[in-house]
Antibody, heavy 121, light 107 residues
Framework: QVQLVQSGAEVKKPGASVKVSCKSS????????IHWVRQAPGQGLEWMGW????????KYTQKFQGRVTMTRDTSTGTAYMELSRLRSDDTAVYFC??????????????WGQGTLVTVSS | EIVLTQSPGTLSLSPGERATLSCRAS??????FAWYQQKPGQAPRLLIH???TRATGVPDRFSGSGSGTDFTLTISRLEPEDFAVYYC?????????FGPGTKVDIK
């Protein structure tokens, strides 16, 4: 069965970077986009961008341009999201999610369990 | 960026009642539209995609409708496990967005 397993919780200081991993199993990793979505405490969902694991192509929402980098390792079926120059308002649960289509980006059919990133001095 | 507005913010209903949730997009997204359910401490779960197609394993009491800018999620008869927050999402533009959510709670 399809599974996305994310790395554990992180505590970072303002100005630092964090790298969250998302290991896939149960499907062909290179066949589906991987999206990253975050959720601040008590708030809604915020889409950050996607990576296509086959080509490595990425698309980031404007808000995170210049601060976010999405990468992948096809040998292990793992996607990564790195966010730099962290601020306190980056404190959130970060989710990876698999795109349900194999062509153009679409809905998110499987999700990781989430990784809590806390930014605090 | 396409802005999604959900209404109402909170819906207080009893089990067995019908729930109707709305989402409006600031510009047309055709049928590139999805609904998700999220329970506390859990990841979201895909319910509906392509505006009206139920995802695998989703009970048929959930239905979606609409196209263009106005969309509706209907839960025909609320079960105890349906009390949660529901988010709409558009993928009709290159930059995806979510609505702010509708909380369905027990009256």
């Amino acid at each position: 069965q399809v599974q996305l397993v994310q790395s554990g919780a992180e505590v970072k200081k303002p100005g630092a970077s964090v790298k969250v991993s998302c290991k896939s199993s149960g499907y062909t990793f290179t066949g589906h986009y991987i999206h990253w979505v975050r959720q601040a405490p008590g708030q809604g969902l915020e889409w950050m961008g996607w990576i296509h694991p086959y080509s490595g192509d990425t698309k980031y929402t404007q808000k995170f341009q210049g601060r976010v980098t999405m990468t992948r390792d096809t040998s292990t079926g793992t996607a990564y999201m790195e966010l730099s120059r962290l601020r306190s308002d980056d404190t959130a649960v970060y989710f990876c999610a698999r795109d349900g289509t194999t062509s153009t980006p679409g809905e998110f059919d499987y999700w990781g369990q989430g990784t809590l990133v806390t930014v605090s001095s | 960026e396409i802005v999604l507005t959900q209404s109402p913010g909170t819906l207080s209903l009893s089990p067995g009642e019908r729930a109707t949730l709305s989402c409006r997009a600031s510009q047309s997204v055709s049928s590139y539209f999805a609904w998700y359910q999220q329970k506390p401490g859990q990841a979201p779960r895909l319910l509906i995609h392509a505006a009206s197609t139920r995802a695998t394993g989703v009970p048929d009491r959930f239905s979606g409708s609409g196209s263009g800018t106005d969309f509706t999620l209907t839960i025909s008869r609320l079960e105890p496990e349906d009390f949660a927050v529901y988010y709409c999402q558009q993928y009709g533009s290159s930059s995806f967005t979510f609505g702010p959510g509708t909380k369905v709670d027990i009256k």
